[in-house]
């Protein structure tokens, strides 16, 4: 995407979600907790990415959601940040902190797929203290993501994220399975196990409004995007919460290199899960870039869900790589 047209992009964008998130405080100022939320998203806006276009914001009403918190070295996180305003956020030992997420969206703008999340999380302008930023969340000042990995099951959201956000996103093969106990999902791509996530459905059951904060890099520019959320988790702490299995995927092979724990430090558990994604906005330039995995052009990704045991159910099955400019009505 050239710079002209990605600046235009993120301006447009930026005045949106501005405009967005002042009639979302204003929702939740008059409505209360039981106001509309998504009655604050802002007049949606087209946005051609390419191989369609797309409406943002973003709207994802519902989601099943697993979140766990590892470790990983911190040097070599630090490496992998594109701006020296980046800080990782660090844990007891002076390890990073890595959060790995999973997303089965169920209801969203631009159709039901699947996402993995791996993002390293993080301060900006100045280093913080170990483990406040990641208890505070977007209540330290500062404190993000910046999003290493984020594979998803549709080309579209694939597209879209690389467009409007510069997220690193590629197509992938998920399978998710969610039973009473845990949550587990398998990630594949290319034939290749990239990796596995188990997330313990117990803990003390939290209420949360606080908005996610990500960082990412795009076309040189560094993005800051926040999202309003909306969710009920359960949270929990220690090693007994979250597994983290990595394969022998090229991905998996450099969260290895990062030393990364297999063993959660955090995790979250979501009984409900509903946000707003809007347009980032340009807080400044990178240092060095970062792309990510690329991936093939396939146009989906094999994409599955079971539940307490049942039957599974294939939301879409993997295609065979192509281009060309696609639909974005529902198959």
């Not at 604050?40 to 369609?52: E, F, H, K, L, S």
């Not at 993080?122 to 208890?135: F, K, N, S």
């Not at 949360?208 to 309003?228: M, Q």
Request: net charge negative.
């Amino acid at each position: 995407m050239g710079r002209l047209r990605r600046a235009a992009v993120l301006a447009a964008g930026g005045a949106l979600a501005g405009y967005g998130a002042t009639r979302w405080l204003r929702a939740k100022r008059d409505g209360g907790e039981q106001g509309d939320f998504f009655a604050g998203a802002g007049i949606p806006q087209t946005v051609d990415i390419g191989t369609t276009e797309i409406e943002l914001p973003i709207l994802y009403h519902r989601t099943d959601c697993s979140f766990g918190v590892f470790s990983a070295d911190l040097d070599a996180t630090r490496a992998e940040l594109p701006s020296d305003r980046l800080h990782p956020v660090t844990v007891p030992g002076g390890r990073a902190a890595i959060a790995v997420v999973s997303y089965n969206y169920i209801e969203t703008g631009v159709g039901p797929y699947g996402e993995i999340g791996v993002a390293a999380l993080c301060t900006i302008d100045r280093e913080a203290p170990p483990v406040l930023p990641a208890m505070l969340e977007a209540r330290y000042p500062g404190f993000g993501a910046f999003v290493l990995h984020l594979p998803v099951t549709t080309r579209i959201a694939r597209e879209a994220g690389r467009v409007v956000w510069g997220y690193p996103k590629f197509v992938a093969d998920m399978a998710f399975d969610f039973r009473p106990e845990v949550h587990r999902v398998e990630l594949r791509e290319d034939g290749q196990d990239v990796l596995s996530l188990d997330v313990e459905r117990r803990g003390r059951v939290i209420q949360d409004r606080k908005p996610i904060v990500t960082y990412s890099e795009n076309d040189g520019a560094l993005i800051r995007t926040e999202l309003p959320v909306r969710s009920t988790y359960h949270a929990g702490i220690g090693r007994s919460y979250g597994r983290l299995e990595l394969g022998d995927h090229p991905v998996a092979k450099e969260l290895r290199a990062l030393d990364l724990s297999t063993e959660s430090i955090a995790t979250k558990s979501y009984v409900d899960h509903a946000a707003i994604l809007p347009a980032g906005q340009i807080i400044g330039d990178t240092d060095r870039p970062y792309g990510g995995f690329e991936g093939s052009t396939a146009k989906t990704g094999r994409h599955t869900i079971r539940y307490a045991g049942g039957p599974e159910y294939v939301v879409t099955e993997a295609s065979v790589p192509d281009s060309g400019r696609e639909s974005l009505t529902a198959e």
